[in-house]
C-alpha cells in the first residue's frame, strides 16, 4: 500500500502556519521543568543542552523534506519554511539561556566566544542562520527573486556548523552528536550529488 497519498492528502489539510502555534509548546516544557527541578542538577547547562538539540533536529528536518520527498513521495515542502523559522527561534533561545542564565557577565562573551572552539563555531552558525530568518517571509521571496533561494543556500553550512557544534560540546566521544553529523553530511551528500547531476544533465 501506498501510505504517500493519505499522508499528503492529510498533510493538505494542515495550514502551514499552525507550526508557529505549536512550536512554542516544547520550550515551555523545558522551562517548567527547569524550574520545578526536572532538568537535573544543572538545570540551565540542561535547558541550553535541551533548547539546542530541538533546534538541532529541526535543522535536520528541514534538510530531509527534499530526500522524503522523492524516495517516500511524502510532501512536506509547504511548511519548510516555517520548520525553519521555528528551528532559528529555539537557536535563538539556546543562545539567549546561555547568555542570559548562564554567562550573565557581557565582558565574558566575547572572550569565550574567542576562547572556546564549540562557541565559535555555534555562533558561526547562528549568524548564517540571521539572514534567513529575516528573509522567511513572502515580502522577501517577491523582492528578491532569484537571489533569495542563493541566500538560503547558507542553510546548509549553517546545519553542518551546528552539527559540528554539537560534537564539540559534550565531552568525550558520544554516540548522539555523532549520528546526528552522520545524518547531516548524509543529507548534504545526497543534495550535492543531485545538483551535481542536474549541472551534467
Do not use: C
Amino acid at each position: 500500500m501506498n501510505i504517500a497519498r493519505p499522508v499528503n492528502d492529510a498533510l493538505r489539510r494542515v495550514p502551514p502556519w499552525a507550526i508557529y502555534i505549536v512550536a512554542p509548546v516544547p520550550a515551555i516544557w523545558y522551562f517548567w521543568l527547569g524550574l520545578t527541578g526536572g532538568l537535573g542538577a544543572e538545570p540551565i547547562k540542561a535547558l541550553e543542552h535541551a533548547l539546542g538539540l530541538f533546534a538541532l533536529k529541526l535543522l535536520v528536518a528541514v534538510l530531509a523534506i527534499t530526500p522524503l520527498r522523492r524516495f517516500a513521495g511524502i510532501n512536506l515542502v509547504r511548511f519548510r519554511r516555517a520548520v525553519g523559522v521555528v528551528a532559528f527561534f529555539y537557536v535563538a533561545l539556546h543562545l539567549s539561556a546561555w547568555l542570559f542564565l548562564d554567562i550573565r557577565d557581557p565582558a565574558r562573551i566575547w572572550a569565550d566566544i574567542l576562547k572556546r572552539p564549540y562557541i565559535t563555531v555555534g555562533m558561526a552558525g547562528f549568524v548564517l542562520l540571521l539572514p534567513l530568518a529575516l528573509t522567511s517571509n513572502d515580502w522577501s521571496v517577491r523582492r528578491m527573486g532569484p537571489g533569495w533561494r542563493r541566500l538560503h543556500r547558507l542553510t546548509y553550512p549553517a546545519v553542518l556548523l551546528g552539527g559540528v557544534h554539537y560534537l564539540m560540546l559534550v565531552k568525550g566521544w558520544q554516540m548522539a552528536p555523532l549520528v546526528y553529523l552522520a545524518a547531516i553530511l548524509a543529507l548534504l551528500g545526497l543534495r550535492w550529488r543531485w545538483r551535481r547531476r542536474r549541472a551534467m544533465a
